[in-house]
Protein backbone atom coordinates (compact mmCIF):
# COMPACT_ATOMS: atom_id res chain seq x y z
CA UNK A 1 0.00 0.00 0.00
CA UNK A 2 1.54 3.59 -0.62
CA UNK A 3 2.66 5.45 2.25
CA UNK A 4 0.41 8.15 1.89
CA UNK A 5 -2.85 5.97 2.20
CA UNK A 6 -0.96 4.42 4.92
CA UNK A 7 -0.98 7.32 6.94
CA UNK A 8 -4.21 8.06 6.08
CA UNK A 9 -5.25 4.87 7.38
CA UNK A 10 -3.36 5.45 11.16
CA UNK A 11 -4.81 8.90 11.83
CA UNK A 12 -7.68 7.30 10.91
CA UNK A 13 -7.53 4.33 13.33
CA UNK A 14 -6.46 6.23 16.69
CA UNK A 15 -8.10 5.37 19.77
CA UNK A 16 -9.37 8.28 21.58
CA UNK A 17 -8.26 8.65 25.55
CA UNK A 18 -11.57 7.37 26.79
CA UNK A 19 -11.61 4.56 24.69
CA UNK A 20 -8.25 3.81 25.34
CA UNK A 21 -8.79 4.13 29.37
CA UNK A 22 -11.96 1.27 28.65
CA UNK A 23 -9.75 -1.31 27.40
CA UNK A 24 -7.50 -1.06 29.76
CA UNK A 25 -10.38 -1.14 32.46
CA UNK A 26 -11.81 -4.43 30.90
CA UNK A 27 -8.01 -6.16 31.53
CA UNK A 28 -7.32 -4.43 34.67
CA UNK A 29 -10.85 -5.34 36.24
CA UNK A 30 -11.34 -8.90 34.28
CA UNK A 31 -11.30 -11.46 37.22
CA UNK A 32 -11.43 -15.25 37.04
CA UNK A 33 -14.44 -15.85 38.62
CA UNK A 34 -15.90 -18.84 40.99
CA UNK A 35 -18.85 -16.75 42.35
CA UNK A 36 -21.85 -16.91 40.25
CA UNK A 37 -25.39 -15.46 40.73
CA UNK A 38 -27.60 -17.62 38.41
CA UNK A 39 -30.06 -16.13 36.04
CA UNK A 40 -29.35 -15.96 32.05
CA UNK A 41 -27.31 -14.42 29.54
CA UNK A 42 -29.14 -12.91 26.75
CA UNK A 43 -28.60 -15.15 22.97
CA UNK A 44 -27.55 -11.73 21.63
CA UNK A 45 -24.95 -11.00 24.43
CA UNK A 46 -23.59 -14.74 24.49
CA UNK A 47 -23.30 -14.38 20.49
CA UNK A 48 -21.56 -11.29 21.09
CA UNK A 49 -19.02 -13.03 23.22
CA UNK A 50 -18.49 -15.96 20.90
CA UNK A 51 -17.66 -13.61 18.03
CA UNK A 52 -14.98 -12.02 20.39
CA UNK A 53 -13.33 -14.87 20.76
CA UNK A 54 -13.66 -15.74 17.28
CA UNK A 55 -11.45 -12.71 16.54
CA UNK A 56 -8.89 -13.95 18.05
CA UNK A 57 -5.36 -14.53 16.15
CA UNK A 58 -4.64 -17.62 15.38
CA UNK A 59 -1.50 -19.29 14.19
CA UNK A 60 -1.21 -19.51 10.43
CA UNK A 61 -5.13 -18.20 11.17
CA UNK A 62 -5.79 -21.96 11.66
CA UNK A 63 -8.83 -20.91 14.06
CA UNK A 64 -8.44 -24.36 16.14
CA UNK A 65 -11.18 -23.60 18.88
CA UNK A 66 -14.69 -25.07 19.35
CA UNK A 67 -17.15 -24.42 21.79
CA UNK A 68 -19.72 -26.75 22.99
CA UNK A 69 -22.58 -25.29 24.82
CA UNK A 70 -23.67 -27.59 28.26
CA UNK A 71 -26.82 -26.55 28.67
CA UNK A 72 -28.73 -30.01 29.55
CA UNK A 73 -28.76 -29.90 33.38
CA UNK A 74 -27.82 -34.20 32.68
CA UNK A 75 -24.88 -33.31 31.00
CA UNK A 76 -23.87 -30.21 33.12
CA UNK A 77 -23.78 -33.05 36.61
CA UNK A 78 -21.64 -35.67 34.83
CA UNK A 79 -18.96 -32.46 33.86
CA UNK A 80 -19.28 -31.12 37.50
CA UNK A 81 -18.44 -34.81 38.57
CA UNK A 82 -15.60 -35.00 36.36
CA UNK A 83 -14.05 -31.34 37.85
CA UNK A 84 -15.44 -32.76 40.97
CA UNK A 85 -13.05 -36.08 41.25
CA UNK A 86 -10.45 -34.04 39.96
CA UNK A 87 -10.50 -31.59 42.74
CA UNK A 88 -9.98 -33.96 45.06
CA UNK A 89 -6.94 -35.93 43.27
CA UNK A 90 -5.36 -32.12 42.93
CA UNK A 91 -5.91 -31.79 46.69
CA UNK A 92 -4.13 -34.99 46.78
CA UNK A 93 -1.35 -33.98 44.54
CA UNK A 94 -0.93 -30.68 46.54
CA UNK A 95 0.44 -32.38 49.60
CA UNK A 96 0.93 -29.94 52.37
CA UNK A 97 -1.40 -27.31 50.93
CA UNK A 98 -4.14 -29.82 50.66
CA UNK A 99 -5.89 -28.17 53.31
CA UNK A 100 -5.43 -24.76 51.96
CA UNK A 101 -6.95 -25.59 48.42
CA UNK A 102 -9.86 -27.75 49.88
CA UNK A 103 -11.32 -24.35 51.63
CA UNK A 104 -11.16 -22.70 48.20
CA UNK A 105 -13.91 -22.34 45.84
CA UNK A 106 -12.09 -23.68 42.69
CA UNK A 107 -15.16 -23.87 40.35
CA UNK A 108 -18.68 -22.41 39.54
CA UNK A 109 -20.54 -24.73 37.58
CA UNK A 110 -23.54 -25.58 39.24
CA UNK A 111 -24.05 -21.37 40.01
CA UNK A 112 -23.33 -20.19 36.33
CA UNK A 113 -25.78 -19.17 33.97
CA UNK A 114 -24.15 -20.71 30.95
CA UNK A 115 -21.24 -23.42 30.89
CA UNK A 116 -19.41 -23.93 27.93
CA UNK A 117 -16.34 -26.14 26.87
CA UNK A 118 -13.93 -25.02 24.34
CA UNK A 119 -11.83 -28.08 22.75
CA UNK A 120 -9.08 -28.13 19.82
CA UNK A 121 -10.85 -29.32 16.80
CA UNK A 122 -9.63 -32.77 15.54
CA UNK A 123 -7.87 -32.42 11.88
CA UNK A 124 -4.75 -29.86 13.68
CA UNK A 125 -1.82 -32.11 12.18
CA UNK A 126 -2.52 -30.43 8.74
CA UNK A 127 -1.66 -26.93 9.92
CA UNK A 128 1.68 -26.40 9.71
CA UNK A 129 2.45 -22.78 9.55
CA UNK A 130 3.82 -21.12 12.80
CA UNK A 131 3.64 -25.08 13.99
CA UNK A 132 6.24 -26.93 12.79
CA UNK A 133 8.40 -26.86 15.92
CA UNK A 134 5.89 -25.21 17.88
CA UNK A 135 3.00 -27.47 17.80
CA UNK A 136 1.51 -26.04 20.73
CA UNK A 137 0.51 -22.96 18.88
CA UNK A 138 -3.06 -23.99 18.50
CA UNK A 139 -3.41 -24.22 22.44
CA UNK A 140 -2.06 -20.72 22.78
CA UNK A 141 -4.52 -19.62 19.95
CA UNK A 142 -7.41 -20.98 21.34
CA UNK A 143 -6.24 -18.95 24.65
CA UNK A 144 -5.99 -15.98 22.99
CA UNK A 145 -10.05 -16.35 21.94
CA UNK A 146 -10.91 -17.62 25.11
CA UNK A 147 -9.10 -14.10 27.00
CA UNK A 148 -10.86 -12.15 24.01
CA UNK A 149 -14.56 -13.44 25.40
CA UNK A 150 -13.53 -12.73 29.16
CA UNK A 151 -12.71 -8.80 28.18
CA UNK A 152 -15.69 -8.96 26.27
CA UNK A 153 -17.83 -10.59 28.79
CA UNK A 154 -16.23 -8.09 31.56
CA UNK A 155 -17.45 -5.08 29.73
CA UNK A 156 -21.00 -6.83 29.36
CA UNK A 157 -20.60 -6.94 33.26
CA UNK A 158 -20.57 -10.51 33.20
CA UNK A 159 -18.45 -13.24 34.75
CA UNK A 160 -16.21 -16.05 33.31
CA UNK A 161 -14.42 -18.57 35.32
CA UNK A 162 -11.72 -21.03 33.28
CA UNK A 163 -11.67 -23.99 34.78
CA UNK A 164 -8.69 -26.90 34.29
CA UNK A 165 -9.73 -29.45 37.44
CA UNK A 166 -10.64 -32.13 34.46
CA UNK A 167 -9.74 -35.55 32.96
CA UNK A 168 -9.70 -34.41 29.38
CA UNK A 169 -10.36 -37.43 27.74
CA UNK A 170 -13.11 -38.06 30.39
CA UNK A 171 -14.34 -34.53 28.92
CA UNK A 172 -13.86 -35.37 25.07
CA UNK A 173 -15.57 -39.23 26.11
CA UNK A 174 -18.42 -37.51 27.69
CA UNK A 175 -18.97 -34.80 24.62
CA UNK A 176 -18.50 -37.38 22.13
CA UNK A 177 -15.60 -35.46 20.50
CA UNK A 178 -13.75 -37.50 17.48
CA UNK A 179 -10.16 -38.44 17.90
CA UNK A 180 -7.59 -35.80 17.85
CA UNK A 181 -10.19 -33.52 19.70
CA UNK A 182 -9.06 -32.05 22.71
CA UNK A 183 -10.83 -30.24 25.30
CA UNK A 184 -9.40 -27.18 27.32
CA UNK A 185 -11.74 -25.21 29.44
CA UNK A 186 -14.89 -25.29 30.52
CA UNK A 187 -15.87 -21.78 30.97
CA UNK A 188 -18.51 -20.64 33.52
CA UNK A 189 -19.73 -17.59 32.20
CA UNK A 190 -22.83 -14.91 33.70
CA UNK A 191 -23.94 -13.10 35.82
CA UNK A 192 -22.17 -12.19 39.35
CA UNK A 193 -22.76 -11.12 42.63
CA UNK A 194 -19.72 -8.92 41.97
CA UNK A 195 -15.90 -8.91 40.69
CA UNK A 196 -13.60 -9.62 42.92
CA UNK A 197 -11.23 -6.39 43.96
CA UNK A 198 -7.94 -8.27 43.02
CA UNK A 199 -7.66 -12.20 42.08
CA UNK A 200 -9.33 -14.19 43.98
CA UNK A 201 -6.41 -16.62 45.05
CA UNK A 202 -4.44 -13.52 45.90
CA UNK A 203 -7.48 -12.31 48.02
CA UNK A 204 -7.80 -16.05 49.84
CA UNK A 205 -3.66 -15.51 50.16
CA UNK A 206 -2.89 -18.85 47.86
CA UNK A 207 -0.24 -16.91 45.81
CA UNK A 208 0.43 -13.01 45.35
CA UNK A 209 1.27 -11.31 42.20
CA UNK A 210 4.80 -10.82 41.20
CA UNK A 211 7.12 -7.63 40.86
CA UNK A 212 7.00 -6.62 37.04
CA UNK A 213 9.91 -5.82 36.93
CA UNK A 214 11.22 -9.19 38.23
CA UNK A 215 9.77 -10.85 34.97
CA UNK A 216 11.54 -8.65 32.56
CA UNK A 217 15.13 -9.31 30.91
CA UNK A 218 16.91 -7.40 28.43
CA UNK A 219 18.42 -9.60 25.28
CA UNK A 220 19.95 -12.46 27.91
CA UNK A 221 18.08 -14.41 30.84
CA UNK A 222 18.50 -12.86 33.65
CA UNK A 223 20.34 -9.66 32.96
CA UNK A 224 17.47 -6.52 33.95
CA UNK A 225 16.17 -4.68 31.64
CA UNK A 226 18.42 -1.55 31.47
CA UNK A 227 15.80 1.35 30.75
CA UNK A 228 13.54 -0.21 33.27
CA UNK A 229 10.24 1.98 32.00
CA UNK A 230 8.83 4.52 34.82
CA UNK A 231 6.83 2.60 37.55
CA UNK A 232 3.49 3.85 38.70
CA UNK A 233 2.04 5.18 35.25
CA UNK A 234 -1.32 6.37 35.06
CA UNK A 235 -2.69 2.73 33.74
CA UNK A 236 -0.83 0.90 36.12
CA UNK A 237 -3.21 -0.22 39.08
CA UNK A 238 -3.31 -1.76 42.29
CA UNK A 239 -2.97 -4.27 42.56
CA UNK B 1 -19.22 -10.87 50.91
CA UNK B 2 -22.66 -9.52 51.65
CA UNK B 3 -25.16 -9.53 48.90
CA UNK B 4 -25.98 -5.91 49.67
CA UNK B 5 -22.21 -5.21 49.32
CA UNK B 6 -22.32 -6.91 46.39
CA UNK B 7 -25.13 -5.59 44.62
CA UNK B 8 -23.69 -2.15 45.12
CA UNK B 9 -20.24 -3.34 43.78
CA UNK B 10 -22.27 -4.34 40.35
CA UNK B 11 -23.63 -1.21 40.03
CA UNK B 12 -20.44 0.87 40.34
CA UNK B 13 -19.09 -1.76 37.92
CA UNK B 14 -20.65 -1.55 34.72
CA UNK B 15 -19.49 -0.93 31.76
CA UNK B 16 -21.20 2.53 29.14
CA UNK B 17 -22.23 1.66 26.26
CA UNK B 18 -18.92 3.56 25.06
CA UNK B 19 -16.40 1.55 26.92
CA UNK B 20 -18.22 -1.91 25.90
CA UNK B 21 -17.72 -0.41 22.15
CA UNK B 22 -14.37 0.35 22.75
CA UNK B 23 -13.22 -2.88 23.92
CA UNK B 24 -15.34 -4.34 21.53
CA UNK B 25 -13.29 -2.23 18.95
CA UNK B 26 -9.95 -3.28 20.18
CA UNK B 27 -11.08 -7.08 19.61
CA UNK B 28 -12.24 -6.51 16.18
CA UNK B 29 -9.24 -4.26 14.79
CA UNK B 30 -6.42 -6.03 16.26
CA UNK B 31 -4.52 -7.36 13.98
CA UNK B 32 -1.45 -9.77 13.70
CA UNK B 33 1.38 -7.55 11.87
CA UNK B 34 3.58 -8.18 9.64
CA UNK B 35 4.61 -4.54 8.05
CA UNK B 36 5.92 -2.27 10.41
CA UNK B 37 6.97 1.67 10.62
CA UNK B 38 9.95 1.76 11.98
CA UNK B 39 10.43 4.10 15.20
CA UNK B 40 10.08 3.57 19.03
CA UNK B 41 7.69 2.89 21.58
CA UNK B 42 7.91 5.40 24.33
CA UNK B 43 8.73 3.70 27.66
CA UNK B 44 6.14 4.60 29.32
CA UNK B 45 3.46 2.91 26.51
CA UNK B 46 6.00 -0.08 26.32
CA UNK B 47 5.77 -0.49 30.64
CA UNK B 48 1.75 0.08 29.78
CA UNK B 49 1.79 -3.21 27.66
CA UNK B 50 3.62 -4.99 29.81
CA UNK B 51 1.30 -4.54 32.46
CA UNK B 52 -1.85 -5.33 31.12
CA UNK B 53 0.14 -8.81 29.81
CA UNK B 54 0.81 -8.99 33.51
CA UNK B 55 -2.67 -8.46 34.26
CA UNK B 56 -3.39 -11.81 32.58
CA UNK B 57 -5.26 -14.51 34.60
CA UNK B 58 -3.25 -17.58 34.67
CA UNK B 59 -3.63 -21.02 36.79
CA UNK B 60 -3.53 -21.36 40.00
CA UNK B 61 -2.16 -17.24 39.63
CA UNK B 62 1.39 -18.82 38.66
CA UNK B 63 2.11 -16.26 36.75
CA UNK B 64 4.61 -18.23 34.28
CA UNK B 65 5.38 -15.43 31.80
CA UNK B 66 8.74 -13.63 31.02
CA UNK B 67 9.53 -10.99 28.71
CA UNK B 68 13.42 -10.26 26.99
CA UNK B 69 13.36 -7.21 25.50
CA UNK B 70 15.89 -7.37 22.00
CA UNK B 71 17.14 -4.37 21.80
CA UNK B 72 21.11 -5.33 21.05
CA UNK B 73 21.25 -4.96 17.37
CA UNK B 74 23.27 -8.48 17.49
CA UNK B 75 20.96 -10.22 18.97
CA UNK B 76 18.09 -9.32 17.50
CA UNK B 77 20.21 -10.26 14.10
CA UNK B 78 21.16 -13.60 15.77
CA UNK B 79 17.27 -14.15 16.53
CA UNK B 80 16.10 -13.04 13.03
CA UNK B 81 18.39 -15.43 11.59
CA UNK B 82 16.35 -18.27 13.29
CA UNK B 83 13.57 -17.22 12.23
CA UNK B 84 14.85 -16.83 8.35
CA UNK B 85 16.12 -21.08 8.98
CA UNK B 86 12.85 -21.99 10.36
CA UNK B 87 10.89 -19.66 7.63
CA UNK B 88 13.00 -22.02 4.74
CA UNK B 89 12.09 -25.29 6.68
CA UNK B 90 8.33 -24.64 6.74
CA UNK B 91 7.63 -23.63 3.95
CA UNK B 92 8.90 -27.11 2.56
CA UNK B 93 7.38 -28.86 5.20
CA UNK B 94 4.46 -27.36 3.53
CA UNK B 95 4.95 -28.86 0.33
CA UNK B 96 2.63 -28.22 -2.59
CA UNK B 97 1.96 -24.58 -0.55
CA UNK B 98 5.36 -23.46 -0.27
CA UNK B 99 5.43 -21.38 -3.29
CA UNK B 100 2.41 -19.54 -1.83
CA UNK B 101 4.06 -19.09 1.71
CA UNK B 102 7.09 -18.12 0.36
CA UNK B 103 5.29 -15.02 -1.34
CA UNK B 104 4.04 -14.25 2.33
CA UNK B 105 5.75 -11.70 4.98
CA UNK B 106 5.71 -13.67 7.86
CA UNK B 107 7.59 -11.60 10.41
CA UNK B 108 8.65 -8.40 10.62
CA UNK B 109 11.84 -8.18 12.78
CA UNK B 110 13.52 -5.79 11.05
CA UNK B 111 11.17 -2.88 11.10
CA UNK B 112 9.58 -3.21 14.14
CA UNK B 113 10.21 -0.60 17.04
CA UNK B 114 10.56 -3.74 19.71
CA UNK B 115 11.15 -7.43 19.55
CA UNK B 116 10.46 -8.78 22.69
CA UNK B 117 10.72 -12.69 23.50
CA UNK B 118 8.28 -14.55 25.61
CA UNK B 119 9.20 -17.79 27.49
CA UNK B 120 7.47 -19.62 29.95
CA UNK B 121 9.61 -19.70 33.78
CA UNK B 122 11.64 -22.16 34.72
CA UNK B 123 10.45 -24.24 37.76
CA UNK B 124 6.26 -25.03 36.88
CA UNK B 125 6.71 -28.31 37.89
CA UNK B 126 5.62 -26.77 41.41
CA UNK B 127 2.42 -25.13 40.06
CA UNK B 128 0.32 -28.40 40.23
CA UNK B 129 -3.35 -26.02 40.82
CA UNK B 130 -5.43 -26.48 37.30
CA UNK B 131 -2.53 -28.15 35.53
CA UNK B 132 -2.65 -32.26 36.83
CA UNK B 133 -4.49 -33.58 34.21
CA UNK B 134 -3.76 -30.20 31.90
CA UNK B 135 0.22 -29.22 32.32
CA UNK B 136 0.06 -27.08 29.18
CA UNK B 137 -2.33 -24.68 31.38
CA UNK B 138 1.12 -22.12 31.70
CA UNK B 139 1.06 -21.78 27.81
CA UNK B 140 -2.56 -20.88 28.14
CA UNK B 141 -1.89 -18.51 30.44
CA UNK B 142 0.68 -16.58 28.61
CA UNK B 143 -0.93 -16.77 25.29
CA UNK B 144 -3.85 -14.51 27.68
CA UNK B 145 -0.94 -12.70 28.97
CA UNK B 146 0.17 -11.26 25.06
CA UNK B 147 -3.66 -11.19 23.80
CA UNK B 148 -3.87 -8.38 26.62
CA UNK B 149 -0.67 -6.96 25.52
CA UNK B 150 -1.52 -7.46 21.69
CA UNK B 151 -5.37 -5.41 22.79
CA UNK B 152 -3.77 -2.70 24.98
CA UNK B 153 -1.12 -1.58 21.81
CA UNK B 154 -4.11 -1.49 19.33
CA UNK B 155 -5.86 0.96 21.60
CA UNK B 156 -2.16 2.83 22.07
CA UNK B 157 -2.42 2.14 17.93
CA UNK B 158 0.78 0.25 18.22
CA UNK B 159 1.07 -2.96 15.89
CA UNK B 160 1.80 -6.64 17.22
CA UNK B 161 3.35 -9.62 15.01
CA UNK B 162 3.28 -12.89 17.10
CA UNK B 163 6.44 -14.89 15.51
CA UNK B 164 6.48 -18.43 15.99
CA UNK B 165 9.12 -19.98 13.15
CA UNK B 166 12.01 -20.68 15.48
CA UNK B 167 13.22 -23.81 16.79
CA UNK B 168 12.70 -23.25 20.67
CA UNK B 169 16.02 -25.13 22.26
CA UNK B 170 18.09 -22.93 19.85
CA UNK B 171 16.22 -19.56 21.13
CA UNK B 172 16.68 -20.36 24.56
CA UNK B 173 20.17 -21.15 24.07
CA UNK B 174 21.06 -17.57 22.52
CA UNK B 175 19.35 -15.78 24.89
CA UNK B 176 20.59 -18.21 28.02
CA UNK B 177 17.63 -19.79 28.91
CA UNK B 178 17.89 -21.66 32.19
CA UNK B 179 16.72 -25.39 31.76
CA UNK B 180 12.28 -25.52 31.80
CA UNK B 181 12.34 -22.17 30.74
CA UNK B 182 10.33 -22.36 26.75
CA UNK B 183 10.51 -19.68 24.50
CA UNK B 184 6.74 -19.29 23.34
CA UNK B 185 7.02 -15.99 21.63
CA UNK B 186 8.93 -13.48 19.70
CA UNK B 187 6.87 -10.59 19.52
CA UNK B 188 7.00 -7.77 16.64
CA UNK B 189 5.56 -4.26 18.45
CA UNK B 190 5.40 -0.84 17.11
CA UNK B 191 4.24 1.52 14.71
CA UNK B 192 2.51 0.38 11.69
CA UNK B 193 1.84 2.72 8.37
CA UNK B 194 -1.75 0.64 8.80
CA UNK B 195 -3.82 -1.74 10.25
CA UNK B 196 -4.82 -4.34 7.82
CA UNK B 197 -8.26 -4.10 7.10
CA UNK B 198 -8.78 -7.48 7.84
CA UNK B 199 -6.74 -10.60 8.96
CA UNK B 200 -3.17 -10.15 6.66
CA UNK B 201 -3.72 -14.10 5.86
CA UNK B 202 -7.17 -13.60 4.41
CA UNK B 203 -6.37 -10.58 2.59
CA UNK B 204 -3.56 -12.64 1.05
CA UNK B 205 -5.94 -15.74 0.24
CA UNK B 206 -4.06 -18.30 2.39
CA UNK B 207 -7.11 -19.01 4.49
CA UNK B 208 -10.76 -17.22 5.46
CA UNK B 209 -12.58 -17.03 8.19
CA UNK B 210 -14.34 -19.69 9.07
CA UNK B 211 -18.23 -19.02 9.68
CA UNK B 212 -18.77 -18.89 13.69
CA UNK B 213 -22.25 -21.14 13.95
CA UNK B 214 -20.00 -24.08 12.09
CA UNK B 215 -18.08 -24.14 15.67
CA UNK B 216 -20.66 -24.11 17.51
CA UNK B 217 -22.26 -27.22 19.28
CA UNK B 218 -24.90 -27.89 22.19
CA UNK B 219 -24.15 -30.53 24.56
CA UNK B 220 -22.59 -33.31 22.08
CA UNK B 221 -19.88 -32.52 19.48
CA UNK B 222 -21.60 -31.98 15.77
CA UNK B 223 -24.82 -31.54 17.53
CA UNK B 224 -25.46 -27.96 16.23
CA UNK B 225 -26.54 -25.11 18.52
CA UNK B 226 -30.03 -25.52 19.07
CA UNK B 227 -30.98 -21.98 19.75
CA UNK B 228 -28.64 -20.51 17.67
CA UNK B 229 -28.06 -16.59 18.89
CA UNK B 230 -29.20 -14.27 16.19
CA UNK B 231 -26.64 -13.83 13.56
CA UNK B 232 -25.01 -10.18 12.41
CA UNK B 233 -26.04 -8.17 15.79
CA UNK B 234 -24.18 -4.51 15.67
CA UNK B 235 -21.44 -5.77 17.49
CA UNK B 236 -20.94 -8.60 14.35
CA UNK B 237 -18.07 -6.88 12.33
CA UNK B 238 -17.18 -7.78 9.01
CA UNK B 239 -15.53 -9.34 7.90
Known amino acids: MSTAAASNAVAAADFSAAERSAVYRAIFERRDMRHFAGGTVAPDIMRRLLTAAHHAPSVGFMQ ?3 FVRLSDAAVREQVHALVEAERLQTARAL ?3 EEAFMRLKVEGMRDAAEVWAVALADGRDAHVFGRRTLPQMDLASAACAIQNLWL ?10 WVSLFDPL ?3 RLLGMPDGAEPIALLCIGPVHAFYEEPMLQQERWAKRCALDDLLFENRWGTALQTPPPADGPEDPAP
Open 64 to 66: PWR
Open 95 to 97: GER
Open 152 to 161: AARAEGLGVG
Open 170 to 172: ALA
